[in-house]
């Protein structure tokens, strides 16, 4: 059996987001493997590692520094990789990331057993693109699992998911798409030796001809939704510290609860 995972680059959580003319500013940022992605690789490698999976393909969609995220995938664990890489892509949403990834699937002929995606990206936070893949390929699909058992010869899986209160359990049959979440596992950290072997992994590029998509298909001409600007929230107001003595601190406190927030 054969797992796809897939992984986007995504803004460094440490980077100080800027913006310039409504937009984000993308000339100072680093990138890096999308986290939720990672918890998706490595459980996909220690599938492979108990026998139940033969291959674990990362494959991604964007610029070139997207490649940097894959490579990052296969140093975790993953054979090789697939990296969409298009200028007319620029712009495009969930619906044509999701079409673009089909496509993607299709020409490289992968016959996969399961598609396993991170949860969320860390930087659009839709959590749209794992359901539009599972819908445009008609599987069945579960998300933010904290545990899952698949069994390659009985052709299903079982996933376990936090809901409000416990746990829900789902059963499916293979193929399938699963996301992934914190809790699922503990992503290794990739030893050097593995990073330099990642650097001779194969990466198969396809341009959106190569897909057979045209530009009018992709970018913000195919999509359906468009993000019109970009705002950092308010300052926040500087709060306020009550000094004195223990009862003139209580007696200040509850003046201010009442008479300026109006919570007593």
């Not at 890096?32 to 590692?49: G, Q, S, T």
């Not at 991604?60 to 007319?88: C, F, H, N, Q, T």
């Not at 299709?106 to 936070?125: C, N, P, R, S």
């Not at 445009?136 to 409000?164: C, F, H, W, Y």
Request: negative net charge; contains cysteine.
């Amino acid at each position: 059996m054969k797992v796809v995972v897939f992984c986007k680059s995504v803004p460094d959580t440490e980077t100080r987001v800027k913006l310039k003319d409504n937009r984000l500013d993308k000339s100072e940022i680093k990138y890096i493997l999308n986290p939720y992605d990672e918890y998706a690789v490595e459980e996909a490698v220690r599938m492979k590692e108990a026998g139940k999976v033969d291959e674990v393909i990362a494959i991604s969609m964007g610029p070139e520094r997207a490649r940097e995220a894959l490579r990052s995938a296969l140093a975790i664990g993953a054979d090789r990789g697939i990296l969409v890489k298009d200028d007319a892509l620029d712009g495009s949403d969930t619906y044509v990331t999701a079409k673009v990834l089909v496509k993607a699937l299709e020409k490289d002929g992968v016959d996969y057993g399961m598609l396993l995606f991170g949860q969320q990206a860390i930087d659009g936070d839709t959590w749209h693109v794992p359901g539009q893949v599972a819908e445009m390929l008609g599987l069945p699909q579960t998300g933010s699992i904290i545990k899952l058992e698949v069994d390659p010869d009985a052709g299903k899986a079982v996933a376990n998911r936090l809901v409000e209160g416990g746990e829900e359990i789902h059963e499916m049959s293979l193929p399938c798409v699963v996301t992934c979440r914190k809790g699922l596992n503990e992503p290794r950290y990739p030893s050097l030796p593995n990073i330099m072997k990642a650097k001779r992994k194969p990466i198969q590029d396809y341009s959106i001809a190569d897909l057979g998509l045209s530009p009018e298909e992709v970018g913000k001409a195919g999509s359906l939704t468009e993000v019109l600007s970009y705002s950092l929230p308010p300052k926040k107001e500087a709060g306020k510290k009550v000094e004195g003595e223990p009862e003139e601190v209580v007696q200040a406190l509850v003046k201010f609860l009442k008479d300026e927030i109006k919570v007593i």
